[in-house]
T-cell receptor
Framework: EAQVTQNPRYLITVTGKKLTVTCSQNMNHEYMSWYRQDPGLGLRQIYYSMNVEVTDKGDVPEGYKVSRKEKRNFPLILESPSPNQTSLYFC????????????FGQGTRLTVV | QKEVEQNSGPLSVPEGAIASLNCTYSDRGSQSFFWYRQYSGKSPELIMFIYSNGDKEDGRFTAQLNKASQYVSLLIRDSQPSDSATYLCAVIRGGSYIPTFGRGTSLIVHP
């Protein structure tokens, strides 16, 4: 089954404690991206990756890091989380950035206290 | 500042009616336009994309793009209660890889 898998689904952490949200896709997609969704602000892209070892900033990259060492995985790293990073996070993948099909993970609800 | 505006709604339509969802954008360089559906508590699903002026039909969905007036709309014919969701409009500027999303319109289809 074609899917994008994010883990964990829910996470409560404390300010400053490094965390990683994993994202994996099984469709051999080249394009992957991370979004955060906040009430009243909508979806905003954090980082995207056009292919292995090719990543670039989206609209709101501050406080986040990503890596793309393998085609299937695109982890999101918060080196020192802060309360303003409390949000719902989605990973997405597609064949290309303008592909006709895009697949989203189930979401990760992160709370930083 | 790139802006994508959507009426937050809720837009309420009876079952079987046509639901019309609208989106305006400020960046005249925008070239790619997408509609996503998001059920409450779920992840977004891409349902339509359009690049050229005019209409694009896919089943019960029709996307309409008017670049001169800077709007893109989504029509849902024969609306069903299962269409009740939030619809997100996204726009990508030519040469960019970063979509700008609207805040979404909540659609309620009542039996």
């Amino acid at each position: 089954e074609a899917q994008v898998t994010q883990n964990p689904r829910y996470l409560i952490t404390v300010t400053g404690k490094k965390l990683t949200v994993t994202c994996s896709q099984n469709m051999n997609h080249e394009y992957m991206s991370w979004y955060r969704q906040d009430p009243g602000l909508g979806l905003r892209q954090i980082y995207y990756s056009m292919n292995v070892e090719v990543t670039d900033k989206g609209d709101v990259p501050e406080g986040y890091k990503v890596s793309r060492k393998e085609k299937r995985n695109f982890p999101l790293i918060l080196e020192s989380p802060s309360p303003n990073q409390t949000s719902l996070y989605f990973c997405a993948s597609s064949l290309s950035f303008q592909a006709t099909e895009a697949f989203f993970g189930q979401g990760t609800r992160l709370t930083v206290v | 500042q790139k802006e994508v505006e959507q009426n937050s709604g809720p837009l309420s339509v009876p079952e079987g009616a046509i639901a019309s969802l609208n989106c305006t954008y400020s960046d005249r360089g925008s070239q790619s336009f997408f509609w996503y559906r998001q059920y409450s508590g779920k992840s977004p699903e891409l349902i339509m994309f359009i690049y050229s002026n005019g209409d694009k039909e896919d089943g019960r969905f029709t996307a309409q793009l008017n670049k001169a007036s800077q709007y893109v709309s989504l029509l849902i014919r024969d609306s069903q209660p299962s269409d009740s969701a939030t619809y997100l409009c996204a726009v990508i500027r030519g040469g960019s890889y970063i979509p700008t999303f609207g805040r979404g319109t909540s659609l309620i289809v009542h039996p």
